[in-house]
């Protein structure tokens, strides 16, 4: 859901059934319609399946087979949005382009909060450009950090797991490198006016 669109996937090279995907995140529409990639012998075998009237893939298949009409009435301008949308990623270089934006922005964050002192959760060969997850560092006041930040028009994840508290901040959508310079200078101020201190 969230890597369509700026992460490489060929039905050649990867087997599935089925994949979803929506107009918003990588693909930078806005949010609101979502879609199915899903093969031809699945879905006539989801007939009967759908416990929710909206979410029935194989009615709506059917409807669209039929008469190339949605079961409801659409939501226009989300498909306008979209449609948009798609125009841009072809013209920034679809797949390509758009990891390479996003691979960018995330090393400039990477390398900007490893800078500042703060720690990813995951290592950077199995980190993806999508949304990186920073662990807390200890004494570490995360709704005072939010709020300072939100007060400046930056706003992150609280994104908390189970394994360990942490944040995350995403590079996908239309931001850029100097957004992502800017994101890093943000942080840095609040933690300066927090008084707070990575050790």
Sequence with gaps: MSAFGALPLSSKT???????????????????????????????????????????????????????????????????????????????????????????????ICDGMRDIGFKQLLPNELQAPIIITFMQPENFNFNQFYDALSQKDFLIYPGKLTVADTFRIGCIGNLHEQDMHDTIDAIKEVLKELQFRIQ
Aim: glycine letters at 8%; hydrophobic letters at 35%.
């Design 14 to 108: 990867l087997k599935f059934d089925a994949v979803a995907a929506s107009s918003n995140k990588c693909l930078e529409g806005v949010p609101g319609v979502g879609f199915i990639l899903v093969k031809n012998d699945v879905i006539k075998n989801a007939k009967g399946n759908s416990h929710s009237l909206s979410l029935d893939l194989y009615d709506q298949w059917q409807a669209m087979e039929k008469n190339k009409q949605w079961r409801f009435t659409p939501p226009t301008h989300v498909l306008a949005a979209f449609n948009q949308a798609i125009i841009e990623h072809e013209k920034e270089g679809g797949i390509q382009g758009r990891y390479k934006r996003y691979s960018n922005n995330c090393k400039i």
